[in-house]
């Protein structure tokens, strides 16, 4: 479904992604890990349009879509979250997921009747005309996932869902993502927290310093001396996993 070959991204002198090629196939759960600064955010950019890379090829569906924008991805089914919650905070949730709606749907009231099921989907349910602004940081999260939802993606990228979340909210978004994993949605998911992830994904890709140091199975990961190492000084226990 998605290719990414030889892909690297600069910041000035900064190689924030170098060379990185993955594959993700259809009905995909698969895991972005690495430490802070790894390059997982920028990946998800260079992926989804946001930055051109300066190298290599991202191919959705057999078709070369580097460098394409947002927009054009978006259509043609590929949507991210933001690690940094952007809701339109004086707009009501539903109204947030509805701007979402609107780019597939032609009409404001299909835009809304699939708002309202994105929102129950999410279990926002009870938050529809809150104020994004007002929701606490879980219900943002979810609020972002509804927004990428909306957009009718086959491929969708979480980047940092869990983060910040109680063990709880942690056992719910978990929840979630498995869900509309089972529903048919491929989906990315990066993750600073290791735990979560080891619990999710059923593919994990390892990131450090922009490049891809390992890939395999949790169970693999967990054991990979290259994946120990790089999180080592990290505030992580591979017990944890
Ligand atoms: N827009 C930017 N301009 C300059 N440097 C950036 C920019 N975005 C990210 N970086 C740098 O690129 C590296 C990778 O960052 P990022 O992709 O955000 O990592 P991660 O999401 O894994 O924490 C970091 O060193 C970061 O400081
Ligand atoms: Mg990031």
């Given at each position: 479904m998605l290719t990414l070959e030889g892909v690297s991204?600069?910041?000035?002198?900064?190689?924030?992604?170098?060379?990185?090629?993955?594959?993700?196939?259809?009905?995909?759960?698969?895991?972005?890990?690495?430490?802070?600064?790894?390059?997982?955010?920028?990946?998800?950019?260079?992926?989804?349009g946001y930055y051109r890379p300066e190298a290599g090829r991202v191919v959705l569906?057999?078709?070369?879509?580097?460098?394409?924008?947002?927009?054009?991805i978006s259509r043609l089914g590929l949507t991210r979250t933001f690690q940094i919650v952007k809701p339109f905070g004086n707009l009501s949730v539903l109204e947030n997921v509805m701007i979402g709606?609107?780019?597939?749907?032609?009409?404001?009231?299909?835009?809304?009747?699939?708002?309202?099921?994105?929102?129950?989907?999410?279990?926002l349910g009870?938050?529809?005309?809150?104020?994004?602004?007002?929701?606490?940081?879980?219900?943002?999260k979810r609020l972002e996932v509804a927004r990428a939802l909306a957009t009718h993606p086959r491929l969708l990228l979480l980047d940092e869902v869990m983060a910040g979340l109680n063990p709880t909210e942690l056992v719910g978004m978990v929840d979630l993502?498995?869900?509309?994993?089972?529903d048919g949605l491929t989906i990315i998911v990066i993750e600073h927290i290791m735990a979560a992830m080891m619990r999710l994904a059923q593919r994990i890709?390892?990131?450090?310093?922009?490049?891809?140091?390992?890939?395999?199975?949790?169970?693999?990961?967990a054991s990979d001396r290259r994946v120990v190492d790089a999180y080592l000084g990290e505030d992580f226990s591979l017990a944890e996993a």
């Open positions: 991204k600069h910041f000035g002198g900064l190689t924030a992604v170098r060379e990185v090629s993955l594959q993700v196939r259809a009905g995909d759960l698969l895991g972005i890990i690495g430490p802070n600064g790894a390059g997982k955010t920028t990946l998800f950019n260079v992926i989804a569906e057999g078709r070369n879509v580097t460098g394409l924008p947002p927009h054009a709606a609107l780019s597939p749907l032609p009409s404001t009231r299909q835009a809304r009747a699939e708002a309202e099921r994105v929102i129950a989907v999410c279990g009870l938050h529809a005309h809150a104020r994004a602004r007002a929701l606490p940081l879980a219900l943002r993502v498995r869900r509309l994993h089972a890709v390892v990131l450090h310093h922009g490049e891809k140091i390992a890939e395999g199975t949790p169970q693999e990961i």
